[in-house]
């Protein structure tokens, strides 16, 4: 794994400014994804060989961020498609070649669907299993950051758009976001909604749930609210895509 780790950082530091925030913070996430993909795989009881795969969509899922943050200076969903940008990479550039993949389409289709709202029924089993692998990690390390040095969030009134998606399971729309509380609401569903019992396991486990809930504060009149947020995570546990 070092000699794509090699390639991945000298594509990066050569195309782009590593000591820019936002290309320093993109470089060191797509690190640590890649190697709770390995994590994941394992848990998951993959081959050698997926195990291998699943770490280099890690490594490769952000590739359109780097792009981004050199020409726009800013991440913002609502107006680029990261996803389909670094799968405009993959298709165009000799990255494949390097990273030594031989399942293009699948490696494409995985990259290209993490960041999309819901996943479209055009993949097969594998191409779903990889692309909800990506998904779930994601949204665990995201979490992670959020909460390393965050300040309290106070939970209080919440737009009700993204409490009743939330209270529904329907994916949250980020553009509702108006408040740390629908912040909070947003990071609790990123847990709720991880597709592998494996995945919600490394939630557990590595405390990404615990510390997330330290830091919010919910007023007193939210409680049975805030703890009925709380048994819907439980309530999806264990829904694990057949594979």
């Known amino acids: 794994m070092d000699k794509y780790m090699e ?41 050698d060989d997926d195990i291998l795969l699943s770490f280099k969509i890690g490594l490769c899922h952000d590739l359109g961020r780097f792009h981004e943050a050199n020409v726009n200076g800013i991440f913002d969903n609502s107006v680029f498609d990261h996803g ?4 405009k990479i993959l298709y165009n550039d000799a990255f ?17 669907c993490h ?10 089993n594998r191409e779903m299993l990889f692309a909800n692998m990506i998904r779930d990690i994601d949204k665990i390390d995201i979490i992670g950051q959020r909460v390393l040095g965050s300040e309290l969030k106070i939970f209080n009134e919440a737009n009700v758009n993204v409490l009743n998606n939330y209270l ?12 740390k509380t629908d912040s909070a609401i947003l990071y609790l569903s990123f847990i709720k909604d991880l597709v592998f019992e494996e995945s919600f396991d490394l939630a557990i486990k590595g405390n990404y749930l615990s510390n997330l809930l330290e830091i919010i504060d ?26």
Not at 168 to 174: F, Q, T
């Open 84 to 87: 389909a940008y670094s799968n």
């Open 115 to 124: 960041n999309k709202k819901e996943l479209n029924n055009n993949l097969n």
């Open 218 to 243: 919910v007023s007193s009149d939210k409680k049975d609210l805030f703890n009925n947020l709380i048994n819907k995570i439980y309530e999806r546990r264990g829904k694990v895509y057949v594979r």
């Open 168 to 179: 529904n399971n329907l994916n949250i729309d980020i553009k509702d976001i108006e408040s």
């Open 7 to 47: 390639y991945f950082t000298n594509y990066v530091t050569m195309n782009y400014d590593i000591n820019n925030e936002l290309i320093k913070k993109k470089y060191y996430h797509s690190l640590r994804v890649a190697k709770l993909m390995i994590l994941l795989a394992k848990k998951m009881n993959l081959n």
């Open 96 to 112: 494949i070649k390097y990273m030594d993949i031989s399942e293009h389409l699948l490696f494409r289709k995985a990259i290209y």
